[in-house]
Nanobody, 126 residues
Framework: VQLVESGGGLVQTGGSLRLSCLAS????????MAWFRRVPGKDREFVAA???????YYQDSAKGRFTISRDMNKNMVYLQMNNLKPDDTAVYSC?????????????????????WGPGTQVIVSS
């Protein structure tokens, strides 16, 4: 399994970014996928998840602004981020949960994801 994120960058408050995660070696029909973010000195924070069957779940601050989606044919997972705020500044990483189908879950805890990408930096200027 290899996860590689892209799409981060510098954006002004109110702007938008679309993050991508190429999930090699992952069967999206059985894996759950998620986006987490981390700022220095803090633990990884859950942002959004999509289960093996396409159900989605969001952190409260992401609801209405962020959308997680996937392209099964391309093995890609996306995070569309709109109306960005300075508090969204972080390194965003995608994670893969191999048990999503087996135990029918959509996970929001970092320890439930076995695989991680290196991350992509998002900076939102005020």
């Amino acid at each position: 399994v290899q996860l590689v994120e892209s799409g981060g960058g510098l954006v002004q408050t109110g702007g938008s970014l679309r993050l991508s995660c190429l999930a090699s070696g992952v069967d999206l029909s059985s894996y759950g996928m998620a986006w987490f973010r981390r700022v220095p000195g803090k633990d990884r924070e859950f942002v959004a998840a999509i289960s093996y069957k396409g159900s989605t779940y969001y952190q409260d601050s992401a609801k209405g602004r962020f959308t997680i989606s996937r392209d099964m044919n391309k093995n890609m997972v996306y995070l569309q981020m709109n109306n960005l705020k300075p508090d969204d500044t972080a390194v965003y990483s995608c994670g893969a949960d191999p048990l999503s189908l087996k135990i029918d879950r959509i996970a929001s805890i970092a320890s439930e994801y076995d695989y991680w990408g290196p991350g992509t930096q998002v900076i939102v200027s005020s």
